[in-house]
């Protein structure tokens, strides 16, 4: 099981995917938690989450095609 350090990001953190002063917006927060919950990664909305998604092919793969029988 692994553990996760929760923390406020910097005043200034900017958005992944536009460089925005997230707190300037609607800040979101995503971490990898398949991949040992890393760094997080800030948005400053949902919409640059998005464009940062379907820009990097994100959707593709077991998260989109689960299945309860699996």
Known sequence: ?????VSTPEPDEACA?????????????????ADNCGSPTYFCNYACLSAHVDENDLTAGNACEWSPDA
Do not use: A, L
């Open 1 to 5: 099981m692994s553990t996760t350090t």
């Open 17 to 33: 995917y536009c460089g925005s002063r997230i707190f300037d917006h609607d800040p979101i927060c995503v971490r990898d938690c």
